[in-house]
């Protein structure tokens, strides 16, 4: 790796049919416009994956895809995070065969682990693969939120612990802090939450941002005015992007919803609610919200 990742590190969801099953051709439809839309990277499968609800077989499977399918075009971060070290060290070794250019873990999840116990766990992955590790700090249920101090001593003990996606809330203000706690080993610290914090994010010194993948487009849009200088224009382009965000924050399924009605997946199932719990009145929310920002999709209009 020749410099520090910068930029839109976005996160395709795990497709589905109707009934349930995964559906890795919609899958390979969404690394496609993830890179049309111009994507600085991919992440899956993480939170916005449900990457909980994959059997390890399919997990397996949906990071070989994601791997495929960028070809190398943009780097591959595959989720790894596991219920223990071992199930972790698994996934990360498959993901390094595979031809991953880094991996990205939560803590031991379903309970949460002591902090002896999770620092092991970063150990034992650092050990086991020498690529790029992401550390995931994302609050609970869904996550163990790890103090600024905690992940620098992750940072500068643990040779292949190079990067940080911060998430939990002040994520802003724990960006800061990393940035400062962690040295010069840190590469780079990207912004979660789908991006909702992004401008003083950036102004922190994020080196990026992890979102869902259903407005890549939008998000690069907003980004890359970032990177060239034109904050009024990051703004003005944020300020029309915020109301899908803050509507996806709230309203399980939108997602799916969105990237279904751009014909990027063919369902919007989600197994984590047995189905899509959107209703006649989300749908005409989401249809408001898309014709406030219509000329923003740059790739793929929806409908």
């Known amino acids: 790796m020749s410099r520090p990742w910068r930029g839109v590190f976005t996160i395709p969801c795990t497709p589905f049919n109707d009934d349930g099953t995964l559906d890795l051709d919609s899958l390979r439809r969404e690394v496609a416009f993830c890179i049309e839309a111009g994507a600085h990277g991919i992440v899956a499968p993480v939170n916005a994956s449900e990457f909980w609800t994959l059997s390890d077989d399919e997990r397996k499977a949906v990071a070989e895809v994601i791997v495929q399918a960028a070809d190398h075009r943009v780097p591959t ?161 944020f300020n029309r992007l915020l109301p899908l965000l803050n509507f996806e924050s709230v309203v399980p399924g939108v997602y799916k919803a969105v990237l279904k009605r751009r014909g990027i997946i063919r369902s919007d199932y989600l197994r984590s609610h047995d189905g899509n719990p959107l209703d006649a009145s989300d749908h005409q929310e989401l249809s408001a919200i898309f014709d406030d920002m219509r000329d923003l999709f740059r790739l793929a209009p929806p409908k």
């Open 77 to 237: 971060v595959i989720g790894v995070a596991g219920g223990s070290t071992l199930h972790a060290v698994a996934f990360a070794r498959h993901a390094q065969q595979i031809g991953a250019d880094a991996v990205i873990a939560m803590p031991p999840y379903v309970r949460v682990a002591p902090l002896n116990a999770i620092f092991a766990y970063y150990r034992a992955l650092s050990e086991a693969i020498s690529i790029p590790i992401f550390i995931q700090n994302h609050d609970a249920p869904a996550g163990t939120r790890l103090s600024p101090e905690f992940v620098a001593k992750l940072v500068q003990e643990l040779e292949h612990v190079d990067y940080v996606k911060e998430e939990t809330l002040p994520p802003n203000h724990a960006i800061a802090a990393e940035l400062k706690l962690c040295g010069p080993k840190l590469k780079g610290v990207m912004g979660g939450i789908a991006g909702r914090y992004l401008m003083d994010e950036y102004r922190r010194g994020a080196c990026g941002t992890m979102p869902a993948c259903e407005a890549t487009d939008v998000h690069v849009q907003v980004w890359n005015a970032l990177d060239d200088g034109e904050a009024r224009k990051a703004r003005d382009l």
